[in-house]
């Protein structure tokens, strides 16, 4: 595995590196391509800030940061701007137009709130256990909505909702998804954050669906620390997953760009 479009920095408050150990790490590892991806930053208009994403007056700095090392590095990798992005119906115009005026690259899919995690009757994180299938279905909808707007590169960590109620209602979702993934050729990704933390994902049932469907699949280091922009340990068990389940692992994906 040459490419990492999913790598995660100081500036999302949430993982720990600069942009440039991460930069170098991958190159000690044979990266030719990689990509940053900090959560979006954006202006709700009420005062709101995620605590996980990059906050507003830092997104100069992100982008000087970005831009410094593409010139630094030409020649021995190439980087990507990019972000992860929710994709929320009624902001989405705003949101890309924003990230069009930063300058990104590409935009990955990561549904970690179905709706404005702002609004008074927001969901909760879809990574918290939940038996509501209302909200799952939700999820699906909207997942499927954001890959149909032809915007996002691939869809980071598809199987992220932590469902634990009727597997059933969890295979239609999975199938739905698998499903839009052939129909708009947005890739669904293998998310090494989830295996090397062992958490609800990879979920087993969604790849057997999405095997069976033949979604395309791609992987991503999804990285929070420099250790993680090149994870060996994560991606022998992601080959094994692909080999196991005959999945459609069709490598690098193809950077979709904003318009």
Known sequence: MDFNYHTHTYHCHHASGTPEEY???????????????????????????????????????????????????????????GFEMEYYTELFPEMKQKAIEYGAEYLLLGEHYCAPENAPDARPHCSLKTDDG????????????????????????????NFVGDGALFAEAAERISRASVETGIPLEINFLGIRDSRNYPNPLFWRIASRVG????????AHTVDSAYD?????????????????????????KLS
């Open 215 to 222: 979604a395309p699949v791609t992987f991503g280091f999804d």
């Open 232 to 256: 060996g340990a994560s991606l022998t068990i992601a080959k094994q997953m692909v080999e196991n389940l005959g999945l459609n692992y069709i490598g690098k994906p193809v950077l979709r």
């Open 134 to 161: 209302e909200f799952l279905s939700f999820y699906a909808d909207r997942v499927i909505e954001g890959m149909r707007t032809g915007a996002f590169t691939y869809v980071a960590h598809p199987d992220v909702f």
């Open 23 to 81: 930069v170098k790490r991958a190159l000690e590892n044979g990266i030719t391509e990689m990509g940053f991806s900090d959560h979006f930053p954006f202006d709700f208009g009420d005062g709101y800030h995620n605590s996980a994403r990059i906050p507003i007056g830092e997104v100069s700095t992100y982008l000087e940061e970005v831009h410094y090392l593409k010139e630094k590095y030409a020649g021995r990798i190439k980087i990507r701007l």
